[in-house]
DNA sequence: TGCTATCTTTACGTTTACGTAAACTAGATG
DNA sequence: CATCTAGTTTACGTAAACGTAAAGATAGCA
C-alpha cells in the first residue's frame, strides 16, 4: 500500500476553532483514535505536533487529543490534499489564533486570507481546465471502443 | 525567492495532444522560451525530460521543444498545483499516447480516467470548505476591526 | 582568435514529509 | 509476576523534486 487512500469521507467535520463543541463523540481522543479516522500513522501526529500544527495534552506521556487538535488535524489534510505544505497550513492555522491581536495584526491575517482564497479559487479553475481535458479524452476513447466493438460485430 | 510565484496566467493553453496545432505563437520552443514562460528553471525542464513527462528533439546538442512538448509541460504544472506528483501525471500523460492501444488496455486507461476526475471532484470539493472556512474567519475578522475603529473614534 | 553567452552532462546537496528501527516506560491481563 | 499491548523518545533512512556547482561543448561576434 504505497499510494495514500483519500477516499474515506471529506474532511473538515467542524470550524478549526473547535469552540462549535456540541457536536456528537466525546471530547477527548487518544492517538490511535484518530489515526484510525484519519487514516494517518502515529508518526505522522508526532511530526505534525513536533512542527507545530498540532498541541495535545498529556496524561503522564500519553498524548490526549481535543476536539480542537481533530479540528485542526482535519484542516491539516485538508490543506494538504489542495496542495499547501505543513508550513504554509500552519500559517493559516496560526491566523485562527490571532483573533485578539493588534490591529496591525489583523489587517495583515486579512490580506493574507485573501491571498490564499486567491490562489485556492485559482486551483479551482485549474482543476475544471484538468477535468475537461480528462473527460475529452475519455470521450474520444470510449468513441474508438464503441467503433471497435461495432467493428466486432460486423 | 523561497517560494513559487503562482500569480501568472492559468496553465493549459491548448489541448495537451497538441495537434490542433494552428493558433498563435511559433511551432519550436527553446528551454529558454519554456522556462520564461512558465517560470520554471531549465534544470526542471531537464528532470522532467529525465522522468520521461517531456522529449524533446535535438539539434545537435541543444533541446528543441515543440507545441506538444509545451502542452505536455502545461499539463505538468497544472497536475503539480492541484496536487499530483510527477509519478501520477506521467500516468496520466501516458494514457493519452495509448489512443491506439488494445482494447483492454482502453478500457483500463478509461477507468483510470474516472479515478482522476472522482479525485478531482473531492479535491474542489475540499478547496470550497476550505474556502468557506476562511471566508468565515476573514468576515469575523473584519466585524472585529470595524468594532475597534468604532471604539477609536468614540 | 579570443571572449562571452548559452547550452550541455554529471554529480552531489537540500528540503519536505514522513518511515522505520531501537530502546524505554506504563498499564492491563493471564 | 511475567508478558503483552500501546505508547513514548531518539535517531537514522528515504523518496520526491528539484538546486547548485563543476567542467566541457558550441555558437556568435568584435
Redesign the pocket.
Known amino acids: 500500500m504505497t499510494e495514500l487512500d483519500h477516499s474515506g469521507p471529506s474532511v473538515l467535520p467542524e470550524p478549526v476553532t473547535g469552540f462549535a463543541g456540541s457536536a456528537a463523540g466525546r471530547d477527548i481522543f487518544?492517538?490511535?483514535d484518530l489515526t484510525k479516522e484519519f487514516a494517518?500513522?502515529?508518526?505522522?501526529l508526532?511530526?505534525?505536533e513536533e512542527?507545530g500544527l498540532l498541541d495535545p495534552a498529556r496524561r503522564?506521556?500519553?498524548?490526549l487529543y481535543s476536539r480542537r487538535d481533530r479540528a485542526r488535524l482535519a484542516y491539516v489534510i485538508a490543506g494538504?490534499t489542495v496542495g499547501f505544505?505543513?508550513?504554509e497550513v500552519r500559517e493559516m492555522l496560526d491566523l485562527y489564533d490571532l483573533g485578539d491581536g493588534q490591529v496591525t495584526q489583523l489587517k495583515v491575517a486579512l490580506t493574507k486570507f485573501g491571498q490564499r482564497i486567491e490562489r485556492l479559487e485559482r486551483q479551482k479553475a485549474d482543476i475544471d481546465r484538468i477535468v475537461a481535458e480528462l473527460t475529452r479524452a475519455s470521450d474520444a476513447m470510449k468513441e474508438k471502443l464503441a467503433a471497435r466493438e461495432h467493428a466486432d460485430q460486423a
Do not use: M, N
Request: aromatic share 10%.
Open positions: 487518544t492517538i490511535r494517518v500513522s502515529a508518526r505522522t508526532r511530526f505534525y512542527k503522564g506521556e500519553q498524548r494538504k505544505s505543513l508550513e
